[in-house]
Each structure stands twice: as C-alpha cells, then as structure tokens.
C-alpha cells in the first residue's frame, strides 16, 4: 500500500522570523511523502526573497491581497494537491515524528475528518497551549475550551490528557485535514477572515458523519499571538462576532432562536465586566462584533452548509456552561468542569 501524500501548509504574513526560526524543524520532519508549501498572504516584509534564498525547495504561492487565514488558506489550497493537508502556523515548532501517528490513525478510520496533535507552549515546553492544548471542546452555549486550557487557565502537562479520543474541534494552528474532505464541505468560511473558522469547519464536518481527533503522541509547540496578540481589539471582535456567526450556521434553527439572545446577555456580562476593569477597547469591540453578527444575518449571510448526514451526536461536546463553571464554580481544569454534577 502506497503511502497517503502529506501538504503541509503554511499560511504566512510577514512572518519571516518565524520561518526562518521553525522552519527548519519542519524541513526535519521524518515523514518522507511530505511536500512544504508556503501561502503568503501578501507579506510586506522580505518573506518571500528569504524563503527563495534560503530554503528553495519550498513551494512558494502568492495571495495578491492579504485574504485573512481563512480565505488565505482557500485560495492557496486550491493549487495544492495532496491526500491530506496540514494547516500549520508559521510560529510552530514541530518534533521530528509528528506527523507518522496522525496520518497512521487516519488512514485506520475513514471517518476521521480532521486531527491535531498536542499543543504545547514553546515558552514553557511543559505547559499547555492556548490554541488547541490536547483537543478542543465546546459548552453548550458555543463557548470554545480545551483539554489542558480553560479561558485563562493554563495545565502543565504531565501525561492526563495523552489519550487517543474523538473531541469537538482540531486547532488550527496545526491541523491535519483529509483533502477530499475539505474541499466537499468549501473549506473554511472565507467570512470569518481570522478566529474560529476552525471550528466551524470541525462542526460542519461532524454534521456530515466525520469525527475530530486529538492525537496527543504527536506533539507540537506554538509560540501563539503571533499575528494578533491576545487582548488585541481586532481578536476580541473576530472571536465574539465569528462565534455567533458559527452558532446561527450550525445550531438547529429553533435552538438557535433561544440561544443567541442567551448568548447576547452573557457577553454583555464580560463587556461590562471589562468597563469596570476599564478596558474600554474590549467593550467596544464586544458591542461592534454584536453589531457585525446582526449584519451578516441581516444582509450578508451566505447560503450555508447544508449536510447530507444529519448527525445530533457530537464528541467534545459539553452538555452545560462552561461559564457558570469556571467563573461560579472557580472549577479552573478541564477534568474538573467534565466531571462536575
């Protein structure tokens, strides 16, 4: 049997410390049917002189204009063929055999999706990363947590999350992807531009029958904020607009009618939590993304997904509030709020 063709992508703006800094781990990769492929999406720095100086092997594709990660990531995946993509972030450094316990548990279960492997601080090598830690999750009201890291909340590592399992969404920052897959569900919503497209795509995939895994074997470390920094006004309008984006799209339309006002009234509580800590800037952009989603529904919404296997069964998938838990309950670990009554 032959063995399946691995892309592994890297969606790039002006980041050229970055590459020239993790690139060659990734260039060190022990998997040999492997191709690395630069997406730069318009960089105005020297990016794209010091990739063809230095690493000329690389393929090199140019976006004209700087798409955002989730149309940046289209467009350049539309030149690339391959059995399976790995959407990895330019500030990721990788181990030599990352990439081998991926696509071996892929290549046994044709309906796996999408997979990511642990995530780990490159700061603090023994500490979970913010962007994916040991597999995504989601609460019963969109909010978006992890097995290692929840909100602010950051585990060490020692090995209690090192199981093989299904969960909800696969990080971004290093996503393994069928390419079949990918391109049958239109890839990433070019919408969202930047933050949780993601995880969108990991619940469009679930509604059509695929399961999202965690292979925490294979283990990766993010430097994180590499494009906005956290706190960054722009993120915090991205995350909370692009989040009730994602539940209008894939919430069943009754359920959907209930929880996004629920939702409105929980992230009016964290803006004007923000005001009395007077981060004005994050209670602005909360109101602006509330004020974005009600355009998009309004008058930009596009036609959405529609999946030929509606499935009600979801991995990852956190039956109550994941706020009320950690904020009322001060229950801060992700095997706490999952074994809480």
């Given amino acids: 049997m032959s063995t399946p063709s691995v892309a592994i992508v890297i969606l790039n703006w002006n980041g050229r410390a970055f590459l020239e800094k993790f690139l060659p781990s990734v260039i060190a990769s022990s998997y040999e049917h492997k191709e690395i ?95 994916g830690a040991s597999g995504g999750w989601i609460d019963a009201f969109g909010y ?53 497209e993601e995880i969108d795509l990991c619940w469009r995939m679930q509604l059509q029958g695929y399961k999202i895994y965690v292979h925490p074997l294979s ?32 919430l069943p339309f009754l359920t959907a009618c209930w929880k996004i006002p629920f939702r409105f009234g929980l992230d009016a509580v964290a803006a004007y939590k923000a005001i009395f800590n007077k981060d004005f800037g994050y209670f602005l952009a909360v109101a602006k993304a509330h004020m974005g989603f009600l355009y998009w529904l309004l008058f930009a919404k596009r036609k959405t997904f529609k999946p030929s296997i509606i499935s009600n069964s979801f991995s990852g998938w956190y039956k109550g509030s994941v706020i009320f838990q950690y904020f009322i309950k001060k229950r801060v670990r992700f095997s706490e709020i999952i074994d809480s009554k």
């Fill in 144 to 196: 978006p947590f992890t097995r290692g890291r929840v909100f602010d909340s950051f585990e060490m590592d020692k090995g209690q999350y090192d199981d093989v399992v299904p969960c909800f969404w696969a990080s971004g920052a290093a996503m393994f992807v069928r390419s079949a897959v990918y391109h049958q569900l239109g890839g990433l919503d070019e919408y969202f531009f930047a933050h949780q």
């Fill in 37 to 131: 492929i630069v997406v730069d999406n318009a960089s105005t720095d020297d990016s794209i002189e010091f990739l063809k100086q230095y690493f000329p092997s690389i393929k090199i594709i140019v976006n004209p204009v700087n798409e955002g990660f989730a149309k940046g990531y289209n467009t350049g995946l539309k030149q690339v063929e391959s059995d399976y993509y790995v959407l990895l972030n330019s500030d990721v450094e990788v181990t030599t055999d990352w990439i081998q316990p991926i696509i071996e548990l892929m290549e046994s279960d044709i309906t796996i999706g999408a997979c990511q492997p642990k995530l780990l601080s490159y700061d603090n090598k023994d500490q979970f990363e913010y962007a």
């Fill in 219 to 250: 283990v990766v470390y993010h430097v994180g904020g590499g494009t906005l920094p956290k706190g960054n006004s722009r993120k915090v309008y991205l995350n909370f607009r692009n989040n009730l984006i994602m539940l209008a799209k894939n």
